[in-house]
């Protein structure tokens, strides 16, 4: 099987198959792509390479520049690619059998408490013709841990308040039942009136869409990104933040208070369970500063009460 053949097979797996977006599609050709282009060199097609090719091929990933976490990733998709062609009998065998992956430190994402998110709240300002829309999309993201596309995809068919759902689209086009609560139904009720202003400004290709902009418009990522952060800011928050904080302090919060992992992973629409761990990573490392802090027998408080 030559590359150009094995490679449109498996994208168009991924499409059809396994439903993924364009956009990852397109991330999982570039990286085999990259493959390609290193196994073309050595005259090798998809079924003739080797562990030590595999070794080489990872090895000019580092001298590209790549870091340890994008090497990663590059190798995951070339795991699938291989996995593929497994199934579809056009090898014997693969040859990143042995091959491990770079061991990478997982970085922590950064966390709001719940007072920071009110602070954010309380900072909007609801006399603004877009105050109501923006205190309903904060409040929106952290009720529910919504990932920045699915909240401006949310449609008003999409809203279910009687029995306390919202019905997302997420990666994938999967769709899930998101529960919202009392507060975040109420919010979105008092835009649903503002919205109402905008009236025949409304395009109609966006009369079903939940979240607009003044010219009756669906939202785009960027202007969320930066509806989040002039609120963090009018907050005097100095902590990065994007809409995606609000997504990780939600799903942190549920584990602080005890909730189920995979009823979290649910309600992220993670596709693994090892992606919604994190969070209990997130937790013993809140609850080790915080006994840092404050125990009397903890090294920091030590330093501070031994004499001089």
Not at 178 to 192: C, D, F, N, Q, S
Request: contains cysteine; hydrophobic residues 35%; glycine residues 6%.
């Amino acid at each position: 099987m030559s590359w150009s053949t094995a490679i449109d097979d498996y994208t168009n797996h991924l499409r059809l198959e396994r439903s993924l977006s364009e956009l990852s599609v397109a991330a999982y050709r570039t990286d085999l792509e990259k493959l390609r282009e290193f196994a073309e060199a050595l005259g090798a097609e998809p079924s003739s390479l080797t562990h030590n090719d595999m070794q080489a091929f990872l090895a000019s990933l580092h001298d590209r520049g790549l870091n340890r976490r994008s090497q990663a990733r590059v190798l995951s998709g070339i795991r699938g690619f291989y996995r593929y062609l497994l199934l579809e009998e056009a090898i014997d065998e693969s040859p990143l059998e042995l091959i491990e992956s770079p061991k990478l430190s997982r970085k922590l994402p950064e966390v709001l408490s719940v007072e920071e998110i009110d602070t954010m709240l309380s900072t909007i300002d609801l006399s603004r013709p877009d105050g109501h829309r923006n205190r309903a999309i904060v409040e929106t993201l952290y009720s529910c841990g919504l990932r920045v596309s699915e909240l401006v995809g949310l449609r008003l068919s999409d809203l279910h308040f009687e029995e306390g759902y919202l019905r997302v689209v997420g990666k994938g086009d999967k769709e899930r039942l998101v529960p919202i609560g009392h507060k975040g139904i109420a919010e979105i009720e008092r835009y649903m009136q503002q919205r109402s202003d905008v009236g025949s400004r409304i395009a109609p290709e966006h009369a079903n869409i939940l979240f607009l902009n003044r010219w009756g418009r669906q939202l785009t990522r960027v202007m969320v990104f930066n509806i989040v952060k002039s609120c963090a800011e009018a907050a005097g928050i100095s902590k990065r933040i994007s809409p995606h904080t609000l997504r990780h302090s939600f799903a942190t919060h549920l584990v602080e208070g005890g909730a189920d992992l995979r009823a979290v992973q649910e309600m992220l629409g993670h596709e693994s369970i090892t992606t919604t761990e994190i969070y209990t990573h997130l937790d013993r490392e809140y609850l080790r500063s915080t006994i840092l802090e404050h125990h009397p027998r903890s090294d920091r408080n030590l330093s501070r009460t031994q004499p001089v």
